[in-house]
């Protein structure tokens, strides 16, 4: 199924006069107010998030998965998936692969049909916490930190099997995260884990091509709950430093324990030069996977306060590669992300709001309360009409929730696909 711009057009004139009327309203007061709407607007419309090939489908947990009616059966209708999402909100023009749930058949007709629905590939992602078929080691004592050299060389072969894929489809970055660590005090050296996994990630550095990147993802627990190999930012940091200039951290929003101030955390690896990417999703106790923006919608807009700062004011950290991360267990996946696109557009727009020399002078003078008012009065305004109009002057819709539900998408890919087609992943 593709959605064509004469639908997309037919459907905003049922919208188009109220919105209007709301952006005239909202962009008078802004400008009063010394802001340049068109610049805000400019980078909305720029702002790309990349789906993930296995998010497509119905999530799961370890104790079971409910199926999704009309899911994507192979990549080239999760491709479609996400042609889709971009047709309508014109911010998902990437796909990020998972390796092996996702490798191309037929590497020239994947290009080909990304290609004519305005998707890139975004970062590649290894898996190493999964025993694959026909593999001769197991992960089950972690793989890059295993005290098997045989695990470690396969998994390393694994990384750098991926590096081949991604440079085939166009990618730029490699994208690490492992499950190494123990279940039970004793059950690790940790220097020697930490070393192990020093050792292999440098392998797979060296690897990688001269235009590519190197992204380390960390997680505090899960699935092991003792110990994680690589389970903070500042152990995420060490390995990327310990393999050079191409590697850097990547954050994910839910790979943090409770109340951690993950905004710090950008804004230090932004001034160092060493945040790489970044993962959304939101979470009520731990990696939850939730729609972006469904619980601490306020910790979302500090987050991008910093990003936006950072990104305006740090020229040594690389542009950023920005993915969804969520499990779509009880939702439409296709619902979810447009709603977590939604979430993501609106706090980098309240972030935008932030006027950073009155919130410096603010802060350089010790004015507390100046500069609460000044972060929570941009974060109380509605900017829905921005975003919509970042939509309309790409081709996007006003509301692409209820034009994905008045244009039946759902019932078009059950159709197509049937009841009983499951999307790979987890």
């Known amino acids: 199924m593709r959605i064509d711009k004469n639908q997309i057009s037919e459907y905003n004139k049922n919208e188009l006069q109220n919105h209007n009327e709301n952006f005239d309203f909202l962009a008078n007061r802004l400008t009063k107010n010394g802001y340049n709407v068109s610049d805000i607007i400019s980078k909305l419309s720029e702002f790309q998030v990349a789906i993930p090939s296995w998010a497509l489908g119905a999530g799961g947990t370890r ?5 999704f009616y009309g899911e994507p059966s192979n990549l080239e209708e999760k491709i479609a998936d996400v042609g889709i999402l971009h047709s309508l909100t014109q911010t998902a023009g990437a ?32 898996n190493t916490f999964q025993d694959q078929n026909g593999a001769s080691e197991t992960y089950k004592y972690g793989s890059l930190s295993n005290t098997s050299k045989a695990v470690r060389d396969q998994a390393i072969q694994h990384n750098l099997d991926v590096i081949n894929i991604g440079d085939k489809l166009g990618s730029k970055a490699l994208t690490v995260w492992l499950a190494d660590g123990s279940s039970f005090p004793g059950q690790n050296n940790f220097q020697t884990a930490f070393q192990n996994t020093q050792d292999s990630l440098i392998d797979i550095y060296k690897g990688l091509p001269d235009d590519w990147k190197l992204l380390v993802e960390y997680k505090p627990y899960e699935p092991n709950f003792y110990s994680t190999v690589i389970q903070d930012w500042g152990a995420s940091l060490m390995l990327a430093n310990g393999c050079g200039d191409k590697a850097y951290t990547l954050v994910d929003l839910g790979h943090h324990l409770p109340n951690s101030n993950i905004e710090q955390i950008v804004s230090i690896l932004q001034l160092k030069g060493k945040l790489g990417g970044f993962h959304f999703n939101d979470s009520k106790y731990g990696d939850d996977d939730l729609t972006v923006g469904s619980i601490k919608p306020y910790s979302l807009f500090l987050i991008f306060n910093e990003l936006v700062y950072g990104m305006e004011n740090n020229p040594q950290n690389p542009d950023l590669a920005w993915m969804i991360d969520a499990s779509h267990n009880i939702k439409d996946p296709l619902e979810d992300l447009i709603q977590s696109l939604e979430a993501i557009q609106e706090a980098y727009a309240k972030a935008l709001l932030v006027d950073q020399n009155l919130l410096r002078a603010a802060q350089n003078d010790n004015d507390v309360v100046k500069c609460q008012e000044i972060l929570q009065n941009a974060y109380r305004t509605d900017v829905r009409p921005l975003i919509e109009k970042a939509r309309l002057n790409v081709g996007g819709v006003i509301s692409p929730i209820n034009a994905y539900r008045a244009l039946d998408v759902r019932g078009q890919l059950i159709k197509e696909r049937g009841k009983n087609t499951v999307a790979t992943g987890l």
């Open 63 to 67: 104790f079971g998965r409910f199926g």
């Open 95 to 126: 796909v990020s692969l998972h390796i092996p749930w996702d490798v191309p058949s037929d590497y020239k007709a994947i290009k080909e049909k990304a290609d004519a629905l305005h998707i890139k590939f975004d970062a590649v992602n290894s």
